[in-house]
Nanobody
Framework: QVQLVQSGGGLVQAGGSLRLSCEAP?????????VAWFRQAPGRQREFVSA????????DYADSVQGRFAVSRDNAKSTVYLEMNRLKPEDTAVYHC???WGSGRFFNTPDDYAYWGQGTQVTVSS
């Protein structure tokens, strides 16, 4: 069992920035695994945003956030961050982090992940 604890998020004007955190407090290391970020807006399916995986810290991004969002990892704290810049109203959603064992390839659907954070609201006003 893997517990994920999220923090961050909130309300920001368009063009602003926010940072989300996802900690795995019971995990000594998350280097060999994959942690991803998904988001879900009202009335829409949960969609992939970004992921970081493996010892090399390979990162993946959805086209909609490429160049604006950055995912990073602090191995000592077993924490993954999502830095969100130049936010747009269409980025408004509940953001969830998710964990899966291993890091062999890119996984970008919710069904690929067994463990989830509690979710945090991000609201971008126009």
């Amino acid at each position: 069992q893997v517990q994920l604890v999220q923090s961050g998020g909130g309300l920001v004007q368009a063009g602003g920035s926010l940072r989300l955190s996802c900690e795995a407090p019971g995990r000594a290391s998350i280097e060999t695994d994959t942690v991803a970020w998904f988001r879900q807006a009202p009335g829409r399916q949960r969609e992939f945003v970004s992921a970081i995986r493996g010892r090399g810290g390979t990162t993946d991004y959805a086209d909609s956030v490429q160049g604006r969002f950055a995912v990073s990892r602090d191995n000592a704290k077993s924490t993954v961050y999502l830095e969100m810049n130049r936010l747009k109203p269409e980025d408004t959603a509940v953001y969830h982090c998710a964990f899966r064992w291993g890091s062999g390839r890119f996984f970008n659907t919710p069904d690929d992940y067994a463990y989830w954070g509690q979710g945090t609201q991000v609201t971008v006003s126009s």
